[in-house]
């Protein structure tokens, strides 16, 4: 009886298929975490600093944004409106209700001044609110509002600030602040699994057929889309460091009065940075300078700062698709990432 089933185990055989699905498995495993490593590697940066006093440099507040957490959000249209506000290419101009009901309107008006001094992600934001939406060169806050109210106006807003985000993401690339990498790395990975899994249930016998479950795990491996080059980890901490200086700003600032033109300065970037309310403290001290009437140092500015910021945002949030997006829901093994900023405070 005992030589009977020592017959019948050596009839079996060895399961090959471990053996198999486990060389699989690690192989599968070994190439995603290589991948994932060369991908999510970080350049090396040479700058430290507590602080930094000066702008680091004259890249726009949508750019820093982007630079800072990888991500352009609403305010970032309404720091760069600002922004032109500043370089004097837009004036401002609040238009109060007369009989006080309503909130005040803010009316932008172009000025007729070379728009090739812009970046290029600045002359579509010039095209699209002041040639597309606005009329002879002016566009009210109210016209955005009425978008919101339309859901075919507001999907085709939120598609062109689409198109403006990525206009900015090409002005970071192009002055080598980020490596964006290819949508390939990701297709070639989910096309590998792909495979694997065909031939397994193509050229396999049925005793191996369980051996696909071991190149799932391939397309989970999702590698950073992008990563910032040494100049722009050195960008990163110098502007880092900015912000801290505005945040601590206000412990000097009795001692070393602001000028206005460099108070300004501060206050567009501040916006970008998550400092703003920082700012309108910040505005409250005596500033040097002769123009203390400027629009952007004003009350009615900080009222009108969150009606943009929201009205944008309401927009925005109008032109969704009625059913989930899929790019809500983060994915993968990948590591790092920015952290999030600060943006609207929702609909109006």
């Known amino acids: 009886m005992g030589e009977d089933r020592q017959t019948a185990r050596r009839g079996q055989g060895f399961d090959y298929s471990l053996i198999g699905g486990l060389f699989l498995l690690l192989a599968n495993l070994a190439w995603g975490i290589t991948v994932v490593r060369k991908y999510n590697r970080r350049f090396p940066a040479d700058w430290k600093g507590?602080?930094?006093?000066?702008?680091?440099?004259?890249?726009?507040?949508?750019?820093?944004?982007?630079?800072?957490?990888?991500?352009?959000?609403?305010?970032?249209?309404?720091?760069?409106l600002t922004d032109l506000v500043r370089k004097k290419h837009v004036t401002v101009e609040e238009r109060k209700d007369p009989k006080g009901r309503k909130k005040p309107d803010y009316i932008f008006r172009l000025n007729q001044k070379n728009r090739e001094e812009l970046r290029p992600h600045e002359q579509s934001l010039v095209a699209w609110f002041f040639d597309e939406l606005g009329k002879d060169g002016t566009l009210r806050l109210s016209k955005l509002k009425e978008y919101s109210n339309d859901y075919a106006n507001a999907k085709a807003f939120r598609e062109r600030f689409v198109k403006w985000q990525n206009e900015v993401?090409?002005?970071?690339?192009?002055?080598?602040?980020?490596?964006?990498?290819?949508?390939?790395?990701?297709?070639?990975m989910l096309l590998a699994t792909v495979l694997?899994?065909?031939?397994?249930?193509?050229?396999?016998?049925?005793?191996?057929?369980?051996?696909?479950?071991?190149?799932?795990?391939?397309?989970?491996?999702?590698?950073?889309?992008?990563?910032?080059?040494?100049?722009?980890?050195?960008e990163y901490r110098k502007w880092n460091a900015f912000k801290r200086f505005l945040r601590d700003y206000s412990q000097i600032a009795s001692k070393e009065p602001l000028a206005v033109y460099l108070w300004q300065h501060y206050l567009v970037y501040a916006i970008p940075l998550g400092e703003a309310k920082k700012m309108e403290s910040i505005g409250r001290i005596q500033i040097r300078g002769e123009d203390a009437a400027l629009f952007l140092q004003t009350s009615s500015f900080w009222d009108g700062y969150d009606e943009w910021t929201t009205s944008i945002k309401g927009t925005i949030d109008s032109g969704k698709e009625p059913?989930?997006?899929?790019?809500?829901?983060?994915?993968?093994?990948?590591?790092?990432?920015?952290?999030?900023g600060g943006g609207g405070r929702g609909a109006f």
């Open 169 to 188: 993401k090409d002005t970071a690339e192009e002055l080598g602040y980020v490596l964006v990498r290819k949508k390939t790395v990701n297709t070639c």
């Open 50 to 80: 507590q602080y930094y006093r000066e702008l680091p440099s004259d890249a726009t507040p949508a750019v820093v944004s982007y630079l800072m957490d990888f991500k352009i959000e609403p305010r970032d249209l309404v720091a760069t």
């Open 323 to 340: 059913w989930f997006d899929l790019g809500d829901f983060p994915g993968g093994f990948s590591s790092g990432g920015g952290g999030g």
């Open 196 to 234: 694997q899994i065909v031939l397994i249930f193509w050229l396999l016998p049925e005793s191996w057929y369980w051996t696909f479950l071991c190149a799932l795990p391939l397309p989970f491996f999702k590698p950073k889309r992008q990563r910032r080059t040494t100049l722009g980890n050195n």
